[in-house]
């Protein structure tokens, strides 16, 4: 039986990556599977610890949406109108809630993104 030790610094961390790699191959219900998975599931609690992602800004959320739907300035503009979606685009104005509101509505844009700011 293998012994899965605790992730606790940099040093078992690069250690837990190497074996990591090693076992990608596992086949799920053997034991290396097993190890496998328990490794991963440390792996990915020590990561979000020390490496925890944070919320897009309300504008990065936009500019995300935009991008991935092809979306320009100008179908902003359309939803919100052509002075304000200027203002925001540029940080000189934040959003309103009715502006969040629509977003969230015609563009899917999480609510949650939207009210970080």
């Given amino acids: 039986m293998v012994t899965v030790n605790p992730i606790r610094d ?13 076992l990608m191959d596992a086949e799920f219900g053997t034991p290396d599977g ?8 440390l792996v ?26 092809g979306y320009r300035q100008k179908d902003f503009a359309a939803l919100i109108g052509k002075a304000r979606a200027s ?7 934040g959003l309103s809630m009715k502006q969040a509101q629509t ?3 015609e563009w899917g844009v999480p609510a949650e993104a939207l009210l970080a700011g």
């Fill in 10 to 22: 940099n040093v078992s961390y690069e250690a837990a990556l190497l074996r990591l790699e090693a």
């Fill in 34 to 41: 097993d190890e496998l998975d328990v490794l991963a599931t």
């Fill in 44 to 69: 990915a609690a020590y990561e979000e610890s020390r490496y925890p992602l944070d919320a897009p800004s309300a504008l990065g959320a936009i500019e995300f949406i935009m991008d991935q739907k």
């Fill in 87 to 93: 203002e925001i685009l540029s940080k000189k104005r």
């Fill in 103 to 105: 977003l969230h509505k």
